[in-house]
């Protein structure tokens, strides 16, 4: 790791062994799939050793009222909130105050004792890591966007807790919403304060995340992009900020609920390259950023950290090496972190189901773009 990695400064692709010819082809990529329509817009960040080598926007934050994409435009995260609520129960780990193989009963009774649909005749008591690695057996789960009024994640969690089980708990894997609305719910209630509040003060506070929220501040709320959904070719704005609705908002979706821009969303990706670390503060011990970007399903097809979703499961994104880690939402949100090569990357935009192809696209031209393996 560089001396300059724990923090993200700007500087030249030669500097840290890129090729700036090729990462432009990476960003042509972005340029092509803005002008054929294939998304509105996105901005898009790079690092290699904490030094950020292209950090661009491009296209239409709202295709309608003509709002161009900014460098700080903020975006609907969607699913890569479940690695920021993954790092949430880890920190309590790390305090001893729960262990990843405690059954969630312990904390929220409501999960005691199971039962899988097909057999009734026994029950299971599902474990915090079966949670953090979808192997819990609960069905996908997740409540809908816009989020509902008078929802809260106590009543979603309650719900979840009554769900049959679709497999025997640690045997498959099975993507599951519900089951990290359950790790939002108990984090609260083992560190008896709300989770926003605990994101706020261990998490966004000391990587300096000052744009990444649950809801957002009422001056922020014209920053965030508009979300368009594409229905038989024909593109369909769906989903606006309406920050009297945000505020009023009563259910933190621990799944998928968290707003952010590029370079916060990188500030939390480096931290991981850093073992923990980031502008000089420590958010993990490096025994805990390992454990959670290793395989903890090793036995399965796929593969899952803590939270996070490795390259050994993404077989569309050959580039990257077998260390990496990554995540993805709905809402056309893609990060990866490449340990191997100090390499991460942001890609952020607002087409719904998007689809992982354009986005690993972009994963292996950057990765192409590399010409000096390894750390300086």
């Not at 997740?142 to 009543?155: C, Y």
């Not at 996070?308 to 077989?315: D, M, Y």
């Not at 260390?323 to 991460?344: I, V």
Request: charged share 25%.
């Amino acid at each position: 790791m560089g001396r300059d990695a724990d923090r993200l400064r700007t500087g030249s692709a030669s500097e840290v062994g890129m090729s700036g010819q090729a990462l432009q082809r990476a960003l042509r990529h972005v340029v092509g799939c803005v002008e054929r329509d294939e998304f509105p817009g996105a901005v898009v960040l790079v690092a290699r050793h904490g030094v950020v080598v292209a950090h661009q926007a491009f296209g239409w934050a709202d295709v309608e009222d003509r709002v161009p994409m900014r460098l700080d435009t903020i975006f609907r995260l969607a699913s890569i909130t479940k690695p920021v609520t993954a790092t949430c129960v880890l920190l309590l780990v790390e305090e001893g105050r729960l262990r990843l193989d405690d059954p969630v009963a312990r904390f929220l009774p409501p999960f005691k004792g199971q039962r899988l649909k097909w057999r009734r005749d026994r029950t299971y008591d599902v474990t915090v890591r079966q949670l953090l690695t979808h192997t819990s057996g609960l069905p996908r789960g997740g409540v809908p966007w816009p989020r509902p009024i008078g929802l809260t994640l106590e009543r979603v969690v309650g719900e979840a807790a009554q769900m049959e089980l679709d497999f025997e708990p640690g045997t498959a894997f099975q993507y599951s919403n519900a089951g990290y609305s359950a790790l939002g719910r108990l984090v609260e209630v083992v560190s008896g304060r709300s989770l926003e509040e605990f994101m706020r003060d261990r998490l966004f506070g000391p990587l300096g995340m000052g744009d990444t929220a649950f809801r957002l501040p009422q001056d922020r709320g014209h920053r965030v992009a508009s979300a368009y959904q594409y229905v038989e070719g024909r593109r369909e704005r769906f989903l606006r900020y309406d920050p009297e609705a945000a505020a009023r908002l009563t259910y933190i979706a621990s799944e998928g609920g968290l707003y952010s821009t590029a370079r916060d969303t990188a500030a939390f990706f480096q931290m991981f390259l850093n073992g923990g670390r980031f502008s000089g503060k420590r958010i993990l011990a490096p025994e805990t950023a390992r454990l959670m970007t290793e395989d903890h399903t090793p036995a399965l097809s796929v593969g899952r950290g803590l939270g996070w979703i490795l390259a050994r499961g993404r077989g569309d994104v050959k580039s990257l090496s077998t260390s990496a880690f990554m995540h993805g939402g709905s809402s056309g949100t893609f990060g990866w972190g490449d340990p191997e090569r100090g390499l991460l990357g942001i890609f952020l935009t607002q087409r719904w189901n998007i689809g992982w192809e354009r986005r690993a696209a972009f994963a292996t031209l950057v990765t192409d773009a590399v010409t000096e393996e390894g750390d300086r």
